[in-house]
Structures are given as structure tokens and as C-alpha cells.
């Protein structure tokens, strides 16, 4: 079985200060971890996965992620937050098929200005 | 590429009245998904497609069916409306079954049963 388990259900950082969202996982098997932003009213976009090739996972936008298995963990991160990073992040996982996923329960970013 | 479409965007029902929400992909995936999310869930899965005439139930597919008759087609049929399906839709469909393959939604559909 698996499930992700987002800790921070909100996170408000100011414009230009360092952005971190946590998600801890479960997994039977070695699992693939993706983060997926949600814009208002938009659908869902991928930021970035892992894939077992590298701990450290560079996405779009200037987000990146560190696969820690002794922890468990799959933390996403960006340097400076931009007013354009307001939206709702997904930490998702998949040990059952790209086409099985299970969802965590979001964390929803502000930016002030 | 139009990518994965979905229909209607928006949709009010009555409890009990029946309907189907209709998805479409133009990239030849085999693999496609029906997810909704409800606030503070994140998104749940409903059941999902290995290819043509073949599905399977997810984490949450009580009051609602499927079928694929098509590679392009994977439509979700409410038989009977109810409160509690008040959600939004998204559709996925992935290319191949590996783990690390990346879902394509579409723009999802908002559904109010009342």
C-alpha cells in the first residue's frame, strides 16, 4: 500500500524568501514521488518526479526536491518565491503504475508582497 | 496534440438524475484515470483503464461506472446522483505502466448535485 502524508496543510512565505514544503510516504515497493502544482481554477502540472536516478530532482520553475529514503521524505523546495508560485501543491506517489496514484492532501502556498 | 479533454467544464444535477462526464485523449495512451478532488483530500482515484475494454476500480468507485470501448474514450457514468458527489473531475491518461510515468490531466469537471 501507499500514501503520502503532507505536513503542512498551508505555508505563507514573503516574496524573495525561500519556499519548503514537506511530504513524508509510504510505499511497499521503491516507490516514484512527483510534485504537482495547482493554479486556481486550473489543472494539475507537473513540477517534477523521481525516478531512482537521482536523489536530487530538478523541476520547472526553479523547484527542486531531495529523495531521502532513510527518512522517507520528499521535501520540495525553491531558493526565492515569486508572486507567481501562489497556488496548491500535490506531493504524489506511484508503486502500483504510473496510472495508480495516490494524492496527498495538498499544501496551499501564499506569497506576499 | 490536444492532449486530454474533458466535457462538459461545468455541470448541475439533481439528486437522482443520471449523466456522463466524457474524456478524450489524442495521444494513444493505454493507460487512462478518473480522479476527483474534494478540499483537503487531495485527489482520490475512481477507477482506471489498462487499455481498450479493460478497467478496474480505484480508492473510491461506489456510484460510479466506466467503460472503454476506445483507446481515445474513457467516459464516467453517474447512475444516480447524489450530495455526496459534488466534487471536480479529472481525467489522466499516461503512456505505459511504468512507475515513474508521467499522468496527463485534463482541465477537469466541476459538478454540483443538489
Known amino acids: 500500500a501507499q500514501s503520502v502524508t503532507q505536513l503542512d496543510s498551508h505555508v505563507s512565505v514573503s516574496e524573495g524568501t525561500p519556499v519548503l514544503l514537506r511530504c513524508n510516504y509510504s510505499s511497499s515497493y521503491s516507490p516514484s514521488l512527483f510534485w504537482y502544482v495547482q493554479h486556481p481554477n486550473k489543472g494539475l502540472q507537473l513540477l517534477l518526479k523521481y525516478t531512482s536516478a537521482a536523489t536530487l530532482v530538478k523541476g520547472i520553475n526553479g523547484f527542486e526536491a531531495e529523495f531521502k529514503k532513510s527518512e522517507t521524505s520528499f521535501h520540495l523546495t525553491k531558493p526565492s518565491a515569486h508572486m507567481s508560485d501562489a497556488a496548491e501543491y500535490f506531493c504524489?506517489?506511484?508503486?502500483?503504475?504510473?496510472?495508480?496514484?495516490?494524492f496527498g492532501a495538498g499544501t496551499t502556498v501564499t506569497v506576499r508582497a | 496534440n490536444a492532449g486530454v479533454t474533458q466535457t462538459p467544464k461545468f455541470q448541475v444535477l439533481k439528486t437522482g438524475q443520471s449523466m456522463t462526464l466524457q474524456c478524450a485523449q489524442d495521444m494513444n495512451h493505454e493507460y487512462m484515470s478518473w480522479y476527483r478532488q474534494d478540499p483537503g483530500m487531495g485527489l482520490r482515484l475512481i477507477h482506471y483503464?489498462?487499455?481498450?475494454?479493460?478497467?478496474d476500480q480505484g480508492e473510491v468507485p461506489n456510484g460510479y461506472n466506466v467503460s472503454r470501448s476506445t483507446t481515445e474514450d474513457f467516459p464516467l457514468r453517474l447512475l444516480s446522483a447524489a450530495p455526496s458527489q459534488t466534487s471536480v473531475y479529472f481525467c489522466a491518461s499516461t503512456l505505459t505502466s511504468g512507475e515513474a510515468e508521467t499522468q496527463y490531466f485534463g482541465p477537469g469537471t466541476r459538478l454540483l448535485v443538489l
Open positions: 504524489v506517489v506511484s508503486d502500483g503504475g504510473g496510472y495508480k496514484l495516490s
Open positions: 483503464s489498462v487499455g481498450a475494454g479493460i478497467t
